[in-house]
């Protein structure tokens, strides 16, 4: 797999990277073995986790599979810090729900240092290459924010400092100040707001761009053109709000003209529209999840796939906003 240089750092990372935030609900410890190892015999090396997804679940599976199962060496672990899983125990007393998992948001320097000291602990490393502030917190002084990264990538926990859930002024202001190398944000054929204002404020920064959700929802893959799967996150309930509000008229536009040059390449619609989003400016990977090896499968496709600039365009035009 093509290595990609971050923005104007050193950083090398593949243009697919492999999100984790399916694993520990969706995605059982024995699927994500066999993905990671996958992944990685393919070159991949990007890895994205989180300590709040699936409460904590994802990087704990993570955590089992480094060393044994793939040498830590070969991966760019990819974590973050800010936001946090916080269990609420359900009362006592008969017919009372379960307990809940909430997330709480402190990017205090205490509640960062915390956080990244207890995920190196875990995964059994003295470092993260790329450690993200995970959530803009008006309550925490942005210089505080930015000394504290500092600090991280000084003391040698840290390789490379980024971001996510900024955007655009969020991040030029702390990039401005603090040294900022990764910006991760949702950026895909139907999520193009990023070109506004965010990546070029990336750009100007010398910030590597790492576009999530460049699928979609799996929207992409044209699973919901004839209705939703029993089996797809339009179908869950903490999901299918977000999925059935994005099946607009914009959505089949797209989606049919993936299908019509998926066909002509003897590809998947999931593959164009990978290929579409990782030769975009600015962008030096994609994080996508698979929800088994099957779809990590068609993930991987994408990687010797390069479209005509005929095509590129087309999809360019009908994706376009109007409004």
């Known amino acids: 797999m093509e290595q990609r240089t971050v923005g104007r750092s050193g950083l090398r990372v593949s243009r697919i990277g492999l999100a984790t935030h399916t694993w520990g609900s969706h995605t059982d410890a024995d699927e994500a073995s066999v993905q990671l190892v996958a992944f990685v015999e393919a070159g991949g090396t990007l890895v994205d986790t989180s300590p709040a997804y699936a409460g904590g679940g994802a990087q ?28 609420t125990p359900a009362p006592a007393g008969p017919a009372v729900p379960d307990a809940t998992t909430r997330t709480t948001i402190d990017t205090s320097r205490r509640a960062l240092l915390r956080q990244l000291d207890r995920t190196l602990l875990e995964f059994g490393t003295d470092h993260l290459d790329i450690w ?38 969020q991040l030029a202001s702390l990039a401005a100040i603090a040294p900022i190398s990764v910006a991760q944000t949702p950026y ?41 799967p029993a089996d797809s996150r339009g179908a869950d309930e903490a999901t ?32 164009v529209a990978l290929a579409w989003i990782r030769d975009r400016p600015g962008v030096a990977s994609m994080i996508v999840g698979a929800r088994d090896i099957g779809q ?6 994408a990687e010797t796939l390069e479209l005509p600039r005929a095509i590129a365009a087309a999809l360019d035009d009908v994706s376009a906003r109007t409004e």
């Open 60 to 87: 704990r599976i993570l955590a089992e599979l480094l060393g044994d199962l793939v040498s830590r060496d070969d991966l760019v672990l990819s974590g973050c810090a800010g936001i946090a899983p916080r269990v």
């Open 132 to 169: 993200n502030v995970a959530v803009w917190d008006p309550r925490t002084p942005l210089d505080e924010v930015a000394a504290t990264l500092d600090q991280a990538v000084r003391t040698g926990k840290v390789r490379y400092a980024g971001v996510r859930g900024f955007n655009a002024w």
């Open 188 to 228: 895909s054929l139907l999520a193009r707001d990023a070109e506004l204002d965010f990546v070029p404020a990336a750009l100007h920064h010398g910030v590597g761009v790492v576009a999530s959700a460049p699928l979609a929802g799996g929207i992409l893959t044209g699973k919901y053109r004839d209705g939703v």
């Open 240 to 271: 299918a709000a977000d999925i059935r509000s994005s099946l607009d008229e914009r959505a089949t536009r797209v989606v049919d003209a993936l299908v019509t040059a998926a066909d002509g390449l003897g590809t998947s619609p999931l593959a």
């Open 296 to 301: 990590l499968t068609g993930v991987l496709a």
